[in-house]
């Protein structure tokens, strides 16, 4: 159905757009997600200080939304991420002709990112439908692509996949 498509009799609720960078941080970087209206409302704190690579969502007061993780000496890169009460696996699938990342959470079904990573064109699917599209043709703004969320997402856990699929694409 899509991040548009009617659910039953009610109207789906709008999806909610956000900015970030095209090329994310390094490690001991910051940088601040914004809405589609500029304000900033999430915060990505790249900590310098760990072994493996670690990035925390916090919101505009400084709170700690997610915990983002790489996880080392793993066959294949993988990152974890501690959200709330949800935790979830990303890992790039090993065999096939496109691209695409499994997000593995430990309760639920598991979720899919697959397209085109390296220019922020894809999408994330839950259940064959789309629950968040990521694209870089909505913001004019250099080095910038935009997320598109379903309303009724956790909003933080996608935006943690997000960050996860953009470091692990670029390494």
Known sequence: MGLFGRHHDDEAPAAVR??????????????????????????????????????????????????????????????????????????KRLVGIRDRYIIDPDSGEDIYAKGNFV??????????????????KWFRVRDTYGVEIGAREDQAFILSVTVCVDEMARG
Not at 21 to 49: M, Y
């Open 18 to 91: 956000y900015q970030m960078r095209e090329k994310l941080l390094a490690i001991g970087d910051d940088f601040w997600i914004e809405n589609e209206s500029g304000d900033k409302v999430f915060k990505v704190n790249g900590k310098a200080v760990r072994l493996r690579q670690t990035f925390i969502l916090e919101d505009t007061d400084g709170n700690e939304l997610a915990k983002i993780q790489e996880r080392k000496l793993s066959v294949r890169d993988k990152m974890h991420i501690e959200c709330g009460q949800t935790t979830a696996t990303v890992h």
């Open 119 to 136: 220019d922020h064109e894809y999408e994330i699917e839950r259940d064959g439908n789309t629950i968040a599209t990521i694209s870089k």
